[in-house]
């Protein structure tokens, strides 16, 4: 009988306690500056250059579906991580650690920023404009080497991002994920697959059935009940025009009658 390291489950993927989660993502909260796609490169370096957390290639599937979902992939991506290191409550901890301090900076700047006036504020504002471009560029070239390592890839990326910076239609970035999964299939069918590391999520298929179930609901009635809600304020307006109508009618026979010589 063989015996596993502390904190490795038999099919190999590392677990961690909640404790150690909540602290590195509190940390990674309070220091991370930049962005989502900044924040995607921060969490690289953390989880899988430093702690090996996991693999580069099954780190670009959790990012790649959370970039496909709708809401911020950064926090999607710490919630994946958080997860899969330990459990529900470990997802929990992750989001928490990471949101919290972000939304204490955010409500603190927005109440000092009327003091941001002047040439200094400017000053500072603009330096904060440039650092977030550095941290964003230092980001996207280090998961370039390492997502885009050939002339394919790599000129799949440099369309798909053109598609998408230079078209002004909303569908753009639908039409780029189309036109960048075609031309993968097309043009990297030669390329040997990638071995990736095995990624356990602790979630169950009823668990993960519910969850999309309430996603569809949520993606479908939230626009719905808007609707109903709109046309439902329009029919309660009517009785009310009609009565003024009928108000009105009455007035002017009154005024009408009145008027008539006897």
Known sequence: MTTMPRGVEP??????SLREVLFIFLRLGVTCFGGPIAHIGYFRDEFVVRRQWLDEHAYADVVALC???????????????????????GGLAAWTGFT????????????????????SG????????LV?????????????RTLCPDRTRASI??????????????????????VEGVAGLWFCRAVPPSASGHV??????????????????LLVGLPFSVVMEHQREFHCSMPSIGRVRSCSAVAMWYCHCCARPS
Do not use: C, D, E
Not at 11 to 16: A, K, L, P
Not at 100 to 119: I, M, N
Not at 132 to 144: F, L, N, S
């Open 200 to 217: 356990t999520v602790p979630v169950s298929r009823r668990a993960g059935v519910i969850a999309l179930a309430l996603f569809l609901a």
């Open 100 to 119: 919290l301090p972000s939304a204490l900076a955010l409500v603190l700047f927005a109440y000092s920023a009327s003091a941001l006036g002047g040439p």
């Open 132 to 144: 977030a471009v550095a941290i964003v560029a230092h980001a996207v070239w280090g998961m370039a």
């Open 157 to 178: 990326a440099v369309v798909t991002a053109l598609i998408v910076l230079f078209s002004t239609s909303p569908f753009a970035q639908v039409a780029a994920i189309a």
């Open 11 to 16: 099919n190999g993927q590392r677990t961690g």
């Open 67 to 89: 970039q496909f979902l709708p809401g911020p992939a950064s926090s999607q991506v710490g919630f994946s991580l958080g997860l899969m290191r330990a459990g529900y409550l």
């Open 122 to 129: 400017i000053g500072l504002l603009h330096g904060l404009k």
